[in-house]
């Protein structure tokens, strides 16, 4: 795998305003910098442990964004430098994130992850438990997190017709989300959808970030 070459052909083939955030879990840090030499600088964890080593080795000017599980207790090591958390799935854990990017003099942008999948997945939120946060007075009060739109994964399943209505979905909700609750604000606009898999789906769905990994790299260890 060619992993310069990779990058390169598929910039070409997204549109100019979609984000790509290349997941580097499981990867060494050679293949990472790889990516980095050839202009990428955005860059996915979904374990705490592993982006804070990487964090610490890898340039400084590179983005990181946390696209897993997030627990309570582990938001203050990624606090001062994440740039992104996909993965908020509670108020409890949005006052959190937002007490230890105050303590870092910080602003973190997050996004909603909603629940979209069909089978069990473990997280994310359904509607009506966004709507119950979004409309919370607890939310406005957090001035050190930036609420940016929302996070999904459809169903890992060859079914494309009913990857594409999940994802579907998704984009419904974020546009009905911002009409009604962000209409007069412009953070809120991005949405994150897309993995190796389905990313031409999710673009063709209103996808503004992809998550992407093995496309680039090749299957994980
Ligand atoms: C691993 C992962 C990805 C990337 O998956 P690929 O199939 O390797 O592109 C995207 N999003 C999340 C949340 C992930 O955990």
Redesign the pocket.
């Known amino acids: 795998m060619d992993i310069k070459e990779n990058i390169n052909a598929l910039k070409i083939s997204l549109p100019q305003y979609l984000k790509l955030?290349l997941?580097t879990?499981t990867q060494p840090d050679e293949k990472i910098l790889e990516a980095y030499n050839a202009g990428q600088k955005i860059f996915?964890e979904?374990k705490v442990q592993e982006l804070i080593t990487k964090a610490s080795r890898l340039p400084k000017d590179i983005e990181w964004h946390f696209?897993?599980h997030l627990q309570s207790n582990k938001v203050k090591y990624i606090a001062p430098f994440v740039s992104m958390i996909?993965?908020v799935d509670s108020l409890k854990l949005l006052q959190i994130i937002n007490k230890e990017a105050l303590r870092n003099n910080r602003i973190v942008d997050c996004l909603f992850q909603m629940y979209i999948a069909q089978e069990e997945t473990k997280f994310g939120l359904t509607l009506d438990e966004i709507v119950t946060i979004i409309t919370s007075s607890e939310l406005k009060e957090l001035k050190n997190i930036r609420m940016k739109g929302l996070?999904g994964?459809a169903s890992f399943t060859e079914n494309k017709e009913q990857v594409r209505s999940e994802l579907r979905f998704l984009a419904d909700t974020f546009k009905k989300l911002k009409e009604k609750y962000y209409h007069d604000d412009d953070n809120f606009k991005e949405l994150s959808m897309g993995?190796?898999?389905d990313?031409t789906i999710a673009i063709e769905e209103g996808s503004t970030i992809a998550?992407?990994?093995?496309?680039i790299?090749g299957e994980?260890m």
């Not at 998550?211 to 496309?215: H, K, N, P, Q």
């Open positions: 955030v997941v879990k996915g979904n696209i897993g996909h993965s996070m994964m993995m190796s898999d990313y998550r992407i990994g093995t496309l790299f994980r």
